[in-house]
């Protein structure tokens, strides 16, 4: 266990449809990642959070979006879902930024 | 877009011998991360090396990184078939907006035979 927890860690879903996945970082952890690994695109980052505010962002589609709450655990909503949108999605956490990420186990969404 | 380009992209080996993965990347950078991906499941990092360091070693692992070539490599020695995995260079871009963002290359897949 890494410390890192993500839920679901299957999700299958129809085209689309909307679906929501969540991260809970590693506790001390104020920066969370989110990235998204597919077999053509590989490890593809999307989207940064510190601390409940956005300070990066990647190749991330207008269908998609996050937040991260006051708590820490952030979410990724994935909308009108796509067949091309089937992939690993990942969180990651640390402390802030410079060093090394922990990650959690990912959660494998299927559209069909 | 992949920042760091692998070499080689598969890598077959019996268990004892050592295996060298190489990175290349493209712009300058504050670190580079190697990162173990078993079958499906999340990554594990395994070593950072800053760009004012040459060389750095955990167990194990040896990491070097020439900053003038834009290049690192990773060697496992005296490997084990459990290092069997997907191994993955990272790079933290320098400049003030990259807040610790890695760009992954596309991995290694090292097969170690028992």
């Known amino acids: 266990d890494s410390g890192v927890t993500q839920t679901p860690k299957h999700l299958i879903t129809a085209t689309g449809q909307r679906v929501t996945l969540r991260c809970s970082p590693r506790?001390?952890?104020?920066?969370v990642y989110w990235y998204q690994q597919s077999l053509d695109q590989g490890l593809q980052f999307l989207i940064q959070?510190?601390?409940?505010?956005e300070r990066a962002k990647g190749n991330i589609l207008e269908r998609f979006s996050a937040q991260q709450f006051p708590d820490l655990h952030s979410e990724l909503n994935l909308s009108s879902l796509e067949l091309g949108d089937s992939a690993l999605y990942f969180c990651?956490?640390?402390?802030?930024w410079g060093g090394g990420y922990t990650f959690g186990s990912g959660t494998r969404l299927t559209v069909v | 877009s992949q920042q760091g380009e692998e070499d080689p992209q598969a890598l077959s080996i019996q268990e004892g011998e050592n295996a060298t993965m190489n990175c290349s990347y493209k712009t300058s950078i504050n670190n580079l991360q190697w990162y173990r991906q078993n079958s499906g499941r999340g990554l594990v990092h395994l070593i950072l090396i800053r760009s004012n360091e040459r060389e750095k070693h955990s167990g194990r692992l040896r990491v070097t990184l020439d900053t003038s070539k834009k290049s690192s490599s990773l060697l496992i020695t005296a490997s084990r078939a459990a290092d069997t995995a997907s191994y993955f260079c990272?790079?933290?871009?320098?400049?003030?907006?990259?807040?610790?963002?890695?760009?992954f290359g596309q991995g290694t897949i090292l097969t170690v035979h028992p």
């Open positions: 990651a956490s640390s402390v802030s």
């Open positions: 990272a790079t933290d871009a320098a400049g003030g907006t990259s807040y610790g963002k890695l760009t």
């Open positions: 959070y510190y601390n409940g505010e």
């Open positions: 506790s001390g952890d104020l920066s």
